[in-house]
């Protein structure tokens, strides 16, 4: 049985629009992704063809894809899988519920039974949070719990180790529980998030990339002039990305829902990005315009908007600048038009 062929219909038997080669391509993605067997980008690729085939319905070919994803210099291991499943289930609720449940039920269980080591499922309760979104406000107040619980005891092992990078925890997670706790308890918040900042200094994590997941954070909490100041200190090479996600998560469009770049910083500034937009949306949260020092206020969404766009102005003439192009198509379709005839007349295929 081959889900998702034929008339794409929700549930409740109303069709889904979409382009009609939609399934064939994403089906041509899977397979020319699983040939790739010494690109070192295979890896990527097999991972949003498994979130393109969720997209479609496709549930039984996108968990059969995620869940033999390969790595190039070697087997993936289980958290490889699962970003893959992640990155296709999120597709899949309005297709199939059942099924992104049964994903999301399984991972949690993973989760849960794992060995519990200090680098504990704090990130991957993230993960499950923005795969289940507002589709199940039960199921998501449970993993908020639990990565809570994993993130307090991770610092707690490392404190009683009194290990001052306590012991192996990652900034990320100090990201993730700063702005899962930023709206119930600002001083817990800001406790989460000096530690991650902490981590970030240290001399063995101390890169450039570690910038962006940080400046989406700054822009979560209203500053958006430290994010802006964060997002340019970045690698030049991930300038663009960072920019990016900063626009998307202030104009409050999906931006770069696909799963991408497995070096570097992108898996993390993908997800803290989605989960800032999942918990603390820009529409309800005060912010401040980049050029102005006269405190925060409540953005309107032409302000949002404009900040967008002058952050993918910019992101557009860094290196990496197509990484603005999925934003600029929730914002403005016909500036993608016109980047693209550009590009074609560039490349000579304007025919």
Same mark, same amino acid.
């Given at each position: 049985?081959?889900?998702?062929?034929?008339?794409?219909?929700?549930?409740?038997?109303?069709?889904?629009?979409?382009?009609?080669?939609?399934?064939?391509?994403?089906?041509?993605?899977?397979?020319?992704?699983?040939?790739?067997?010494?690109?070192?980008?295979?890896?990527?690729?097999?991972?949003?063809?498994?979130?393109?085939?969720?997209?479609?319905?496709?549930?039984?070919?996108?968990?059969?894809?995620?869940?033999?994803?390969?790595?190039?210099?070697?087997?993936?291991?289980?958290?490889?899988?699962?970003?893959?499943?992640?990155?296709?289930?999120?597709?899949?609720?309005?297709?199939?519920?059942?099924?992104?449940?049964?994903?999301?039920?399984?991972?949690?269980?993973?989760?849960?039974?794992?060995?519990?080591?200090?680098?504990?499922?704090?990130?991957?309760?993230?993960?499950?949070?923005?795969?289940?979104?507002?589709?199940?406000?039960?199921?998501?107040?449970?993993?908020?719990?639990?990565?809570?619980?994993?993130?307090?005891?991770? #610092?707690? +092992?490392?404190?009683?180790? %009194?290990? *001052?990078?306590?012991?192996?925890?990652?900034? &990320?997670?100090? =990201?993730?529980? @700063?702005?899962?706790?930023?709206?119930?308890?600002?001083?817990?918040?800001?406790?989460?998030?000096?530690?991650?900042?902490?981590?970030?200094?240290?001399?063995?994590?101390?890169?450039?990339?570690?910038?962006?997941?940080?400046?989406?954070?700054?822009?979560?909490?209203?500053?958006?002039?430290?994010?802006?100041?964060?997002?340019?200190?970045?690698?030049?090479?991930?300038?663009?990305?960072?920019?990016?996600?900063?626009?998307?998560?202030?104009?409050?469009?999906?931006?770069?829902?696909?799963?991408?770049?497995?070096?570097?910083?992108?898996?993390?500034?993908?997800?803290?990005?989605?989960?800032?937009?999942?918990?603390?949306?820009?529409?309800?949260?005060?912010?401040?315009?980049?050029?102005?020092?006269?405190?925060? #206020?409540? +953005?309107?969404?032409?302000? %949002?908007? *404009?900040?967008?766009?002058?952050?993918?102005? &910019?992101?557009? =003439?860094?290196? @990496?600048?197509?990484?603005?192009?999925?934003?600029?198509?929730?914002?403005?379709?016909?500036?993608?038009?016109?980047?693209?005839?550009?590009?074609?007349?560039?490349?000579?295929?304007?025919?």
């Amino acid at each position: 049985m081959r889900a998702g062929l034929g008339t794409r219909r929700r549930l409740d038997g109303t069709r889904l629009e979409g382009h009609p080669d939609a399934l064939r391509l994403a089906e041509t993605a899977a397979k020319i992704a699983e040939d790739l067997t010494d690109d070192p980008f295979m890896h990527d690729a097999q991972i949003a063809a498994a979130q393109a085939l969720g997209c479609l319905g496709a549930a039984e070919q996108a968990v059969e894809l995620a869940n033999s994803v390969q790595h190039p210099i070697g087997k993936a291991d289980q958290e490889d899988r699962d970003k893959a499943l992640m990155a296709a289930v999120t597709g899949l609720w309005a297709y199939d519920p059942a099924a992104a449940t049964a994903v999301v039920d399984a991972m949690e269980q993973r989760l849960l039974t794992g060995d519990g080591g200090l680098d504990g499922p704090v990130v991957g309760f993230a993960d499950l949070l923005v795969a289940v979104g507002h589709q199940d406000y039960e199921r998501s107040r449970r993993l908020a719990d639990a990565a809570q619980r994993a993130a307090e005891r991770k #610092h707690r +092992l490392g404190s009683e180790a %009194r290990d *001052s990078r306590y012991m192996g925890a990652r900034p &990320q997670d100090g =990201l993730v529980m @700063g702005l899962l706790t930023a709206g119930s308890d600002p001083a817990c918040a800001g406790e989460w998030l000096l530690r991650a900042v902490d981590l970030l200094e240290s001399e063995s994590s101390r890169t450039s990339w570690n910038r962006g997941p940080l400046a989406i954070v700054c822009a979560a909490l209203g500053d958006y002039k430290a994010a802006l100041g964060l997002a340019f200190r970045s690698d030049h090479g991930r300038r663009a990305e960072v920019l990016t996600e900063f626009a998307a998560y202030v104009a409050g469009v999906p931006g770069t829902t696909v799963f991408h770049g497995n070096i570097g910083s992108a898996p993390e500034l993908w997800l803290i990005r989605r989960f800032a937009a999942l918990v603390m949306p820009a529409e309800a949260a005060e912010g401040r315009l980049l050029e102005a020092d006269d405190g925060s #206020h409540t +953005l309107a969404p032409d302000e %949002r908007r *404009s900040i967008a766009f002058s952050l993918l102005s &910019q992101a557009l =003439l860094a290196d @990496g600048w197509h990484n603005a192009v999925p934003v600029l198509a929730d914002l403005a379709p016909d500036v993608v038009i016109s980047i693209r005839d550009v590009v074609f007349q560039h490349l000579g295929l304007e025919d």
